[in-house]
């Protein structure tokens, strides 16, 4: 299967059903941190729970609505990112992200969602790429607003993670946008 580089030692592959056994021991190696934040890490409280999270984003892929990758650092799955939505005729996905402690500090998840971005955005055509998450997951949305996306506002009380109701903030980029960003960075120029 593919591989893409993020960094020395570490890259982004396709993370499917058979691959159960180091996701589910990733996420538990990550609970502390993820449970709070990541709906899908939430209900995934054993092997059959996550296999159940695996296949639901293997059928999104078939659809063509949704894909899950995951980051693997020196060989180990310490995080991923995703399309939880993906709407071709709508033009609109939204990007999704997670990670252990040890896939943190090195760029390696802004690095993944900037290759999402250019799927979704360039290889693909979509107008328009979002990003959801509470707007207390600091980390989270340091990564929107690094690889250029737009806070756009906040839903109260919009999902329920563990049984708290949490607020979503919205991030977004248009085509346009990242078309122009990527060709600033190819041509050297910064924007303010």
Sequence with gaps: MFAIPLAPDA????????????????????????????????????????????????????????????????????????????????????????TEPAGQGRGLISAAVRHLLDYALIERGLTRAEWHCSPLNDRSWAVAKRVGMTAEGILRSAYVVNGERQDMQIWAILRDEWVALREDEGSGATRP
């Design 11 to 98: 890259e982004l592959r396709p993370l499917e059903p058979w691959q159960i056994g180091e996701f589910f021991a990733h996420i538990e190696r990550a609970r502390s941190q993820l449970d709070k934040w990541i709906r899908f890490a939430a209900v995934c409280k054993d092997l059959p729970s996550a296999h159940a999270t695996l296949q639901h984003y293997a059928d999104k892929q078939a659809a063509d609505s949704g894909r899950l990758f995951g980051i693997w650092d020196r060989g180990v799955l310490v995080g991923g990112c995703m399309f939880p939505a993906f709407d071709a005729q709508s033009g609109v996905c939204e990007i999704g992200v997670w």
